[in-house]
């Protein structure tokens, strides 16, 4: 079955520290992986995707992902965290079984970004 | 440039009352579908829509009905509502993207969300 994994329910960091969301993934064709972001009684806005080409993909408001195929996973990084960048995080994947139309969430993670 | 519009925000229904779930979009985008948000689950996707007259089910589709009838509206239908149903929903839409000869879903763009409690 596909699926993708957010290990972590919260992740805790000092502004101006570098972060780290951690995605695993598990797909049976090619993994076309997304990261969004929710921030409070807001709706899930789009981040950054990976489709094919580089390993480093970059995104919206600093963000970036790293693609690696051998560990089956696609962490959402930032060199410096901001108070703002405080959020729900989510990390999906296209479903290659049932329909090119449906994407699979994670679980989230919660980013708490501290003064 | 309103997007994806979801109405009502706020709803609490008792059980066994039906209801709809209003979504709508200005992007002329022939994709959409309507998940709903749990503590812990994630999004998990209930019905979706690939263009005017086509639906189908999702992961979570039993106790809800929808159509489309045009491009732009997507209505999410509770038939009797139950406390399992209580859940933030979100409307979604995007316009497809081909690579090489495979057609996907792109980014989706999301509603505000409907909080919706089942007494």
């Known amino acids: 079955a596909q699926s993708v994994a957010q290990p972590e329910d919260q992740v805790n960091v000092a502004e101006g520290n570098p972060l780290t969301v951690k995605c695993t993934y598990s797909?049976?064709?090619?993994?076309?992986l997304f990261w969004y972001v929710q921030y409070p009684n807001r709706g899930l806005q789009f981040l950054l995707k990976?489709?094919?080409?580089?390993?480093l993909v970059k995104g919206s408001y600093g963000f970036e992902a790293e693609f690696n195929k051998s560990q089956t996973s696609f962490h959402l990084k930032k060199p410096s965290a901001l108070v703002s960048d405080s959020a729900l995080y989510f990390c999906a994947v296209r479903d290659w079984e049932d329909s090119s139309y449906k994407l699979i969430f994670g679980s989230g993670t919660r980013l708490l970004v501290r003064p | 440039n309103a997007g994806v519009t979801q109405t009502p925000k706020f709803q609490v229904l008792k059980t066994g009352q039906s209801m709809t779930l209003q979504c709508a979009q200005d992007?002329?985008?022939?994709?959409m579908s309507w998940y709903r948000q749990d503590p812990g689950m994630g999004l998990r996707l209930i019905h979706y829509s690939v263009g005017a007259g086509i639906t189908d089910q999702g992961e979570v589709p039993n106790g809800y009905n929808v159509s489309r009838s045009t491009t732009e509206d997507f209505p999410l239908r509770l038939l009797s509502a139950a406390p399992s149903q209580t859940s933030v929903y979100f409307c979604?839409?995007?316009?497809?993207?081909?690579?090489?000869?495979?057609?996907?879903?792109?980014?989706?763009?999301f509603g505000e969300g409907s909080r919706l409690t089942v007494l």
């Open positions: 992007m002329n985008h022939e994709y």
């Open positions: 797909v049976s064709g090619n993994p076309y």
């Open positions: 990976y489709i094919t080409g580089d390993n």
């Open positions: 979604a839409s995007s316009s497809p993207v081909t690579s090489g000869r495979t057609m996907y879903t792109g980014e989706l763009f």
